[in-house]
T-cell receptor
Framework: DGGITQSPKYLFRKEGQNVTLSCEQN?????MYWYRQDPGQGLRLIYY???????QKGDIAEGYSVSREKKESFPLTVTSAQKNPTAFYLC???????????FGDGTRLSIL | AQKVTQAQTEISVVEKEDVTLDCVYE???????LFWYKQPPSGELVFLIR??????QNEISGRYSWNFQKSTSSFNFTITASQVVDSAVYFC???????????????FGAGTRLAVHP
């Protein structure tokens, strides 16, 4: 079955540590996205990518970095510069910009 | 600026009741899309519907129906004869104008938590 796979499901970060969240899709979608969800709030866009080797900052990109070396993969690194990383992170993809986005199951990141 | 407001934070109903989730949006774009997504307790977002700003026809899909009114900037979602499985957080979202560079972004409302009790 086609879909989006995020791993791990739960992740713990120590102070000063960088961590990387994985997102893989086999839907052959061009566009991929990373969102952050805080309790009781909607989703906020961190980064998005329309094609391989290209990505743009979303509304809350500070403290995060991404890469898009392959069409299927869009990993997100939460750096030590992100002072409040505890949140639920959702990855999404779409055929192209503006098409409905399909979401993964999410990664819940907590601070140790 | 673009904004989506879901004024209802939580709604609680008894099974078989009808329930309407409100969504009001703000945008200066003339071309945009509106979406509804469902987030069950497991966490993933499930796409329900996309509506083009040019198409104000109401849509019905089984027990779900959507009322899009451009005059009031609203895109409300009604569940008829609600069921326990409908319990989830529902998000309304707006995409930007493809010509303004905002086409890739989805602006989400804060969500409405719906609890359907047996």
């Amino acid at each position: 079955d086609g879909g989006i796979t995020q791993s791990p499901k739960y992740l713990f970060r120590k102070e000063g540590q960088n961590v990387t969240l994985s997102c893989e899709q086999n839907l052959n979608h061009d566009a991929m996205y990373w969102y952050r969800q805080d309790p009781g709030q909607g989703l906020r866009l961190i980064y998005y990518s329309q094609i391989v080797n290209d990505f743009q900052k979303g509304d809350i990109a500070e403290g995060y970095s991404v890469s898009r070396e392959k069409k299927e993969s869009f990993p997100l690194t939460v750096t030590s510069a992100q002072k409040n990383p505890t949140a639920f992170y959702l990855c999404a993809s779409s055929k192209r910009s503006g098409e409905p986005q399909h979401f993964g199951d999410g990664t819940r990141l907590s601070i140790l | 600026a673009q904004k989506v407001t879901q004024a209802q934070t939580e709604i609680s109903v008894v099974e078989k009741e009808d329930v309407t989730l409100d969504c009001v949006y703000e945008t200066r774009d003339t071309t945009y899309y509106l979406f509804w997504y469902k987030q069950p307790p497991s966490g993933e977002l499930v796409f329900l519907i996309r509506r083009n700003s040019f198409d104000e026809q109401n849509e019905i899909s089984g027990r779900y129906s959507w009322n899009f009114q451009k005059s009031t900037s609203s895109f409300n979602f009604t569940i008829t004869a609600s069921q326990v499985v409908d319990s989830a957080v529902y998000f309304c979202a707006l995409s930007g104008n493809m010509f303004s560079g905002g086409y890739n972004k989805l602006i989400f409302g804060a969500g409405t938590r719906l609890a359907v009790h047996p």
